[in-house]
């Protein structure tokens, strides 16, 4: 099956464009997350859905950051006004249920640098 | 709130050596540990898990056991090749009575391991 495919896997951009970021979650997953990945402060959690709906967006950097999932499925993650600091990659995770014992499955990322 | 500590590294052996990675964690409760890997260009790979004390995870020759007395969750091997060369990381999922930070994975800074023939 499937595994969690995430979409551009490499997006260069210059600082203050938006840009959206695309998770296809492994089907029959329920709940979804957003990670990013940086040198300077590690795998940091961003946000997570359960359903469609994103209970806790407390991770979200700024609020240039923002979220949605819909039909349960397919996640974007959209930066707006882009500047350096958020030059990282964007990891996608799913698992069957949000639950601690559930293990998260991750996508392969999005690369994303700001000029 | 939660954190995991990694040794240090970068770790480089013999193939054929013994590995060990340690983890040890901070949380409230009980929480699910696990190992991921990344290897060189690739995404996290869930490596194995454990959800509560005493339980042992193992895959692919690696094992780690989930110590509640000493907050600890070292990985293990007895052998390893040139192909586990890689980024290991260990994390937890907290438990409910973490609160807000149920379910959202907590890593630890990665060890990156280099195995020579």
């Known amino acids: 099956g499937a595994g969690v495919s995430q979409s551009p896997s490499n997006k260069v951009t210059e600082k203050g464009k938006d840009v959206e970021l695309r998770c296809d979650p492994i089907s029959g997953h329920t709940a979804l997350y957003w990670y990013r990945q940086s040198l300077g402060q590690g795998l940091e959690f961003l946000i997570y859905f359960q359903g469609n709906s994103a209970p806790d967006k407390s991770g979200l950097p700024s609020d240039r950051f923002s979220a949605e999932r819909t039909g349960g499925s397919v996640s974007t993650l959209t930066i707006q006004r882009t500047q350096q600091e958020d030059s990282a990659v964007y990891l996608c995770?799913?698992?069957?249920?949000?639950?601690?014992?559930?293990?998260?499955?991750f996508g392969d990322g999005t690369r994303l640098s700001i000029l | 709130g939660n954190s995991v500590t990694q040794m240090e590294g970068p770790v480089t052996l013999s193939e054929e050596a013994f590995l060990t990675i340690n983890c040890t964690y901070t949380a409230t409760g009980y929480p699910s540990l696990f190992w991921y890997v990344q290897y060189p260009g690739e995404g996290l790979q869930l490596l194995l898990k454990a959800t509560k004390a005493d339980d042992k995870g193992s895959n692919k020759g690696f094992e780690a056991t989930y110590r509640k007395e000493t907050t600890s969750f070292h990985l293990e091997k007895g052998s390893v090749q040139v192909s586990d060369s890689a980024v290991y990381f260990c994390a937890l999922s907290g438990s409910r009575a973490g609160g807000t930070s149920y379910g959202k994975l907590t890593f630890g800074q990665g060890t990156i391991l280099t195995v020579h023939p």
């Open positions: 995770a799913s698992s069957l249920a949000y639950d601690r014992a559930q293990p998260q499955h």
